[in-house]
């Protein structure tokens, strides 16, 4: 066969006997990747007459965008808020055990802490623009000691682990009444809401994804307009906002609800709270409002959960808000500054029955939504990639199949448990 | 000719794909002697080309040695429009079995000369030794191609402007939007399938039989373009019952082999008076 080089000279890997995710329906399709990238099969033959140079069977198994978890506190024993002297050996111990579980991107969450943790995680070094950096980090660091590397930095991902799309930051401008399982002394409030108060508090908003904040906090619009216009995703959570607040912060700019139900207002059919934002009339044109829900099955009743999805389906955003404990065995342990007690999937403030965060992995959140609100396979795999892709912005690049996108990508079968994850186009890990 | 008729669509895909299938594995193509196929789009092919891909998967059919020419595309559409014959091909056939990419030719409707891209069309046809099997369909207007009711039936590939019936058929395609169908196309002629060692018709449905009609029982006409196929030394009409419905029982009798034997049987002057008529019916068809 005459070469197929008139683009590019990296091999083409054809993965065949497999459905895949494309235009919101599970096809008969075979799913084409070069250069980690999705590719289309029809330009490939017809623009530059190529072929593939590698067949991949996948026995007539199920391919969906790898999942994208935008609210997890730790896992196996790392807690990220924990002012650890590794918090980025810890980050990545956690990045390489959720390829188990289908997740090829996340965002690596902070629960309230004290400003200095901020500091020390946050803080960029103007050096960060230069190449090789790893490598050269402890050079520089005896050089220029005044400045530190980022500990938790917007990451590709690979064989090493998922990839990190930026720090959520839960906290501390958030409700006193409503913290949950937060410190209540590291709650903070905004004294002019604009870009002071945040680099007072964080230090660097660089690699920031998001931002979880309670409305109601005076001054809260000024921050939600700073940090939407800077690209983080504002969610609203751990708040007492009634909704016509919570309507206010999204004409601001906030997209996006952190754990609907839990640690806000309940719904009240003359004030429907937050949870209202599912079906107001007073969303911006154009704008999808987003919730994450922790279909673990305890954190939410199912019934619950149906009415969420089948209120605004579309909005629908599987989290796990895992903590340190997920993947460890039952017992007592660590979470940000406080103390939590593991029974059976239940993670329960210590002394009290304020859970405090999740023990399910993403993939098991997928199974048990689709089974608790009887929807397609299809809505089950978009709410935990297309849905959190959309609302961070990336789903140019992330969350779908679509030619030209990351080829990170999960095989499943028809149970919908992980078998292979596959990031950049590459095998990360396997069953 | 040979009118092959069977009961229904399936049947007829399945007729038209196993002969396909057949002079392929026969012929025995190698990377030095290529068998040339040329191709259709459309509705009607669809079932046909299904039952190509499965012979392909049963092992049954391989098309590394197969050299395809579609008989046409639209003019201005691009190439990766989901309405384009390069998608319908790659859709529809390609992207399932194990064609070579530089082994298809399609014309390009987006070529800056047309007239070029035309005469390149041509060439690579000869280049390839001529096409060994052309497989057609027909339009409700008799049209093989897009070779348009008055089109010359010794033309070549060209420009050609679609006849308001064909744009009007074609509708469907553009969710019913006459302005959004595009009105030129590039297509073989008639004379270039004409030239082919070998031709196959698929018709089928009945809003077709009006034109197989006019293309098979009435004379060589250049405003129902599939008539010039009786001048053809080897064609083939490969239809379901519903086409046949213009036809005259005689003419369908006599190709499913039913035609009764009775007729030899009855008396002296009524065999000669049929005989005399079919006579006549032959010169008045001469002469049209």
């Excluded at chain 1, 906030?254 to 107001?280: C, E, Q, W, Y």
């Excluded at chain 2, 690579?124 to 099997?133: F, H, N, P, S, Y």
Aim: some cysteine; charged content about 20%; proline content about 5%.
């Amino acid at each position: 066969m005459p070469s197929n080089k008139s683009v590019s000279d990296a091999p083409i890997t054809q993965f065949v006997n497999c459905r895949i995710l494309k235009d919101h329906k599970l096809q008969w399709e075979d799913l084409w990747v070069r250069e980690g990238k999705i590719l289309n099969p029809e330009k490939l033959f017809f623009d530059e007459e190529g072929f593939a140079d590698h067949k991949v069977d996948c026995e007539d198994k199920i391919i969906a965008p790898g999942f994208i978890d935008v609210q997890i506190n730790g896992g196996y024993g790392i807690d990220f808020s924990q002012a650890s002297s590794d918090i980025r050996g810890g980050v990545a111990l956690v990045a390489k055990k959720i390829l188990e579980h289908g997740v090829t991107s996340f965002c690596p969450t902070l629960v309230t802490s004290p400003s200095d943790i901020y500091h020390k995680f946050l803080i960029v070094s103007v050096l960060q623009k230069v190449v090789l950096l790893d490598l050269l980090a402890p050079v520089m660091l005896l050089c220029f000691s005044p400045q530190v590397i980022p500990e938790l930095r917007v990451q590709d991902g690979g064989p090493e682990g998922a990839g990190v799309l930026g720090i959520h930051l839960e906290g501390p401008f958030i409700s006193e009444e409503k913290r949950g399982a937060h410190p209540p002394k590291f709650l903070r409030t905004f004294k002019a809401g604009g870009l002071a108060d945040l680099m007072e508090i964080y230090g660097h908003l660089d690699n920031v994804a998001m931002v979880t904040l309670a409305p109601e906090l005076a001054n809260s619009a000024a921050a939600i307009h700073e940090l939407s216009g800077r690209g983080i995703a504002v969610s609203l959570g751990h708040s007492m906002a009634d909704l016509s607040q919570a309507e206010e912060a999204v004409q601001h700019g906030a997209k996006f609800i952190t754990h609907l139900f839990n640690a806000m207002l309940p719904f009240h059919h003359r004030d429907p709270g937050i949870v209202g934002l599912l079906t107001s009339d007073r969303v911006p044109p154009g704008r999808t409002v987003y919730y994450g829900m922790i279909a673990d099955g305890i954190h939410t009743h199912p019934a619950a959960l149906r009415i969420a999805h089948r209120a605004h389906p579309a909005g629908l955003v599987l989290v796990t808000d895992a903590v340190m404990a997920m993947g460890l065995p039952p017992g007592r342990h660590t979470l940000g500054q406080q103390q939590i007690d593991i029974q059976g999937l239940h993670a329960y403030l210590t002394g009290t029955t304020t859970l405090s965060g999740s023990i399910a992995t993403m993939d098991m959140c997928v199974r048990h939504f689709r089974e608790a609100s009887g929807c397609t396979v299809e809505a089950a795999l978009e709410a935990a990639s297309l849905h959190p892709a959309q609302m961070l912005g990336i789903s140019h690049r992330k969350g779908t199949l679509e030619y030209g996108t990351d080829a990170d990508f999960v095989v499943l079968d028809d149970t919908l448990t992980v078998r292979e994850t596959y990031i950049a186009g590459q095998k990360v890990w396997r069953k | 000719m040979r009118l092959v008729i069977l009961d229904d669509y399936d049947l007829a895909s399945e007729w038209a794909a196993k002969y396909i299938r057949n002079r392929i594995v026969q012929f025995k193509p190698t990377a030095d002697r290529y068998f040339t196929l040329g191709l259709p789009t459309g509705s009607t092919p669809l079932g046909c080309y299904r039952k190509l891909i499965e012979y392909h998967k049963n092992g049954d059919l391989s098309f590394k040695y197969v050299k395809t020419f579609n008989m046409d595309e639209y003019v201005g559409l691009p190439r990766d429009h989901p309405e384009s014959y390069h998608s319908y091909m790659w859709n529809n056939f390609f992207k399932h079995i194990d064609i070579e990419p530089q082994n298809t030719h399609i014309l390009d409707g987006n070529a800056s000369d047309l007239q070029a891209e035309c005469a390149a069309f041509e060439q690579q046809i000869t280049a390839a030794g001529g096409i060994e099997l052309f497989v057609g369909g027909i339009g409700p207007d008799g049209h093989i191609a897009f070779n348009e009711p008055g089109s010359s039936l010794v033309s070549r590939t060209r420009v050609k402007t679609l006849a308001k019936d064909t744009i009007v058929a074609n509708a469907r395609f553009f969710g019913n939007d006459l302005s959004k169908v595009p009105t030129m196309t590039l297509t073989v002629g008639v004379g270039t399938v004409m030239d082919a060692r070998e031709v196959m018709i698929l018709i089928t449905g009945a809003h077709k039989a009006f034109a197989l009609y006019k293309a098979i029982e009435e004379g060589v006409n250049h405003m129902w373009t599939v008539s010039a196929f009786q001048q053809h030394p080897r064609t083939i009409f490969v239809c379901d019952e519903d086409a046949t419905l213009e036809l005259r029982v005689k003419t369908v009798k006599y190709f499913k082999g039913t035609i009764s034997t009775k007729i030899l049987s009855s008396n002296f002057f009524s065999t000669l008076i049929i005989i005399k008529n079919m006579l006549l019916e032959h010169q008045i068809s001469i002469f049209e």
